[in-house]
């Protein structure tokens, strides 16, 4: 069994803003294990990125607050831990990369210069081994040229190589947590299917963990070992990926499921999830999907549901389908 | 055989490119390239590709929202390009688009009963209490409540915004919609209920659709006939049926099998295509496709293959097919 990398326990962030206070993050627990991609699926304003940035210390408060939980890497708290030690970690031990990389890169300096600003900071590299380092890196995700894509300067490169240099950067200090957040959302099917194996080499070669955020099953089917769901800021199920799909529990997840139209698999009609996401504000203490749910019962609007096993260990879910207590109430 | 409702013949867009100090005109984008197809009446045709193919820029010139730069769009029967403004005024209200952003093509300052409602004032009808009434309806159609009438387009949801523009496209009892990217922006959950949105409307009203999408999956459920473009050309051309269970062009075979299947236990061969999508104002010679195609020949880098009907009413541009 391999090791625990990151354990999120009961981890709340909550954003203050004039409407009243928004759970974006509400009790989430779960963790990354060495060498193993953990995917966090789940809609927008689910709280995925949210979590990601809180464990990134990215939160900017105000609005938003970390009121309560604990995040361990390596069995510390990074909630405790000082701006400075915290940015000893953060770039080295953990990188991230975004969906956006036009807007994540330096538009006035070179591509060279981006890459080997954390070697120099963190690697404590001088200039001349942070250059051919980071032209080892751009060869290693595969873009050709590149001493002279180190030269270059982000709008000069396509979508998917700004994509390719973000995680080269990610790379650079050898992280033994990525954590990707949409990466391939704003990229075509084409270069999606190119950087999703790049990202597989990179697990496979360099054995890091990933953290992958997405909102497409079929991402989740061909990277994930570990699956996470979230709807609401709350995690609703998590399963390793053969038993998600072979056996979801979560009307949800069931739905969500359900709702893709896949290739090659006409349907007649699409099943849909009624109604949408609750609006975040003020939510109560009951199960948030029960206003879509089609199994919902009186139980679920009053109270919430226990995250917990059921049949199989390793599968957890938070629905009162498979509590024996909603027989007493 | 069915009528024919749109019929676009060597349609040809080009986007000037200025440069120098007196910005001449130094090249051009080649946004659509010599296209052909027809969509017949109650079908939705898929027009298909990846960012920068050109396939918005096909929609938007059918509807004579840009002008063409050569060829004919006929809709029964009459050229649009060559109406006057007020004849074309008048056909509008057959001809709708819906958009992809929700968000963007609504007026966050007018009420959404007043934004649907608007074009019937425009076309002809006075009567502010039959309007409501229409409105109302279209509403109802569209899955929005009554009381959502009154709403300004903030208090929405991406899904319901995105309901409200199928209504606005919906009032005027069109013919002919063209969809943009109705369900990108959306959530999949959401997503699947408009696409059902779509095809009930489809079936109540004979809508036609042109429906352009870059999800094969979407596209396979919704239409009937799909077009696979790249870089301003179209490439393939089939009926649903026959384009997914024998792709024939290269570059339709890889971006089927590029799409992620939710299924953990699928192995597939995938082809994954090198390198990116050349730029359109300086595409390759010879086939457009050749730089990253897998079966790619000197042939392909001279020669521009022809764009053929081999059987079945399939079309293809591939040397090697």
Known sequence: MAKDLVEFRNLETHFQTPAGIVKAVNNVSFKIREGETLCVVGESGCGKSVTAMSLMGLIESPPGKIVGGEILFEDRDLLKMSKRELSLIRGKDIAMIFQEPMSSLNPVLTIGEQISEPLILHMLMDRKSAKKRAIELINLVGIPRAEKIF???????????????????ALSCDPKLLIADEPTTALDVTIQA??????????????????????DLGVVAEMADYVVVMYAGKVIEEAPVLELFKNPQHPYTKGLLKAKPIINQV????????????????????????????FCMDICKVKAPPFKAHENQEHKSACWLYEEEREVL | MSEVLVQVDNLKKYFPITGGVFQRTVGHVKAVDDISFQINKGESFGLVGESGCGKSTIGRTILRLTEKTDGTVLFKGQDLHALKKEELRQLRPKLQIVFQDPFSSLNPRIRIGHAIGEALYDHGVKDPKEVRERVLETMKICGLAPYHYDRYPHEFSGGQR???????????NPDFIVADEPVSALDVSIQAQIINLLSDLQRDKQLTYLFISHDLSVVEHLCDRVGVMYLGSMVEMASK??????????????????????????????????????????????????????????KCK????????????????CHYV
């Not at chain 1, 939510?283 to 089609?294: I, K, T």
């Not at chain 2, 199928?166 to 005027?172: E, F, Q």
């Open chain 2, 302 to 317: 001279v020669e521009t293959p022809k764009y053929r009907d081999v059987g079945n009413e399939h079309f293809v541009a």
């Open chain 1, 194 to 215: 190119q950087i999703l194996d790049l990202m597989r080499d990179i697990k496979k070669q360099l054995k890091t963990s990933i953290m992958l955020i997405t909102h």
């Open chain 2, 162 to 172: 995105q309901r409200i523009g199928i209504a606005r496209a919906l009032i005027m």
């Open chain 2, 241 to 298: 049926q026959e384009m997914f269970k024998n792709p024939l062009h290269p570059y339709t075979k890889a971006l089927m099998s590029a799409i992620p299947i939710p299924d953990p236990t699928l192995k597939r061969e995938r082809i994954v295509l090198q390198g990116d999508i050349p730029s359109p104002a300086n595409p390759p010679s010879g086939c457009k496709f050749h730089t990253r195609c897998p079966i790619a020949t000197d």
């Open chain 1, 267 to 294: 349907q007649e009609r699409l099943y849909s999830i009624p109604g949408q996401v609750p609006n975040p504000i003020e939510l109560g203490n009951n199960c948030h999907f029960h206003d879509r749910c089609e």
């Open chain 1, 151 to 169: 030269d270059s300067y982000p709008h000069e490169l396509s979508g998917g190589m700004r994509q390719r240099i973000m995680i080269a950067i």
